[in-house]
Nanobody
């Protein structure tokens, strides 16, 4: 059983920066697939970025590639989303997700078994 908690959301001006943190429990955190998703009002939850495992592949949505960066600190069981040059269209609730075993692609939210409660990110123009 894994608990996932996001933090770091808030209000940021377009062109600024913001760093989201995700803390996940578990003794084998380095083997987890970790992903970031977001959901804007009236929109479906969409993929943002993911890493299959500590030494695995990294994936980014086209809309954030070059602006957002993910990283993980296995010693602290943390997964980060660095948001550089955010845009108003990045405004959404951001969710962190974890999977102990991937049976489908990491870009699919159904691949993940454990989800945080979300953290609001609002980007002003």
């Amino acid at each position: 059983q894994v608990q996932v908690v996001e933090s770091g959301g808030g209000l940021v001006q377009a062109g600024g920066s913001l760093r989201l943190s995700c803390a996940a429990s578990g003794r084998t955190f380095s083997s987890y697939a970790m992903g970031w998703f977001r959901q804007a009002p009236g929109k479906e939850r969409e993929f943002v970025a993911a890493r299959t495992w500590s030494g695995g592949s990294t994936y980014y949505a086209d809309s954030v590639k070059g602006r957002f960066t993910i990283s993980r600190d296995n010693a602290k069981n943390k997964f980060y989303l660095q948001m550089n040059s955010p845009k108003p269209e990045d405004t959404a609730v951001y969710y962190c997700a974890a999977a102990q075993v991937l049976r489908i692609g990491p870009l699919d939210p159904n691949a993940y078994d454990y989800w945080g409660q979300g953290t609001q990110v609002t980007v002003s123009s």
